[in-house]
């Protein structure tokens, strides 16, 4: 079978050609990373069917795996916090369709890949926390270095996990990836953490168990090692 994934998108102000309007939208990163490892990818924007949950669920029947994507700050008060100065432009329709997707998905027990952004949703939807300014933390800003580049960050991975066998189990040399954060999961309860940065970042955690759950807080799709795309597309498949 082909497996068809669903993505996450974005609702934004957009321009191409001669349009300046409203647009769902996506990297096209995410979709040729599906397509290269074998599944059929499909845009889930954010939806104003009236009951969000039975779209989620609807939309989920007809999905063989879930990409959470990246994207803007989680709002802080999806886990009862006051924002920080630097976190700015939240979207809240798309926080509560990403929610509901993920509610869907666990009921279907569906293969489900978050992407930085989508690590933040996984956990603060199993009611943990983030930092909001991971520079006030670390005290630097090589996570996202500045807007529209992506971070070099290495990264520690514990070895033995689902994570460690979908990209190689580099537990001891370590993983090079790109980033692109401020924010980063500090509590994410029912989730095992599987990988760090060099400054003690969480990058990485997975849910224990046969299904394929699992959210990292890079970007896999802008590497040449789709490994966890590969993964969440062979997880559908079975």
């Known amino acids: 079978m082909t497996p068809l994934i669903g993505l996450t998108a974005y609702r934004e102000q957009a321009r191409w050609g001669v349009w300046d309007t409203r647009a769902d939208l996506l990297p096209e990163v995410y979709a040729r990373a599906v397509e290269a490892v074998g599944g059929v990818p499909v845009l889930l924007p954010p939806t104003t069917h009236p009951s969000v949950e039975e779209a989620a669920r609807l939309v989920v029947s007809r999905l063989d795996g879930l990409v959470i994507s990246g994207g803007a700050d989680v709002s802080p008060h999806q886990y009862a916090a006051e924002p920080h100065p630097r976190t700015r432009g939240w979207r809240d329709d798309r926080d509560t369709w990403e929610i509901a997707l993920l509610d869907a998905a666990e009921e279907r027990v569906l293969p489900v890949l978050g992407v930085c952004r989508g690590m933040q949703v996984m956990a603060v939807r199993a009611g943990g926390t983030l930092e909001q300014h991971l520079p006030d933390e670390v005290g630097h800003e090589q996570h996202g270095p500045s807007p529209g580049e992506f971070g070099e960050v290495g990264v520690r991975l514990a070895s033995g996990t689902r994570l460690a066998s979908l990209v190689g189990d580099r537990s001891v040399e370590g993983l090079g990836v790109r980033c692109h954060h401020h924010q980063a999961v500090r509590e994410h309860p029912g989730f095992a953490p599987v990988a760090w940065a060099e400054d003690g ?10 299904r394929f759950c699992v959210a ?15 993964g969440l597309v062979e997880a559908a498949r079975r």
């Not at 990292?216 to 590969?230: I, N, S, T």
């Open 216 to 230: 990292v807080q890079w970007h896999p799709e802008m590497l040449a090692d789709v490994g966890l795309f590969a």
């Open 201 to 210: 970042t969480l990058e990485a955690m997975e849910a224990p168990g046969a």
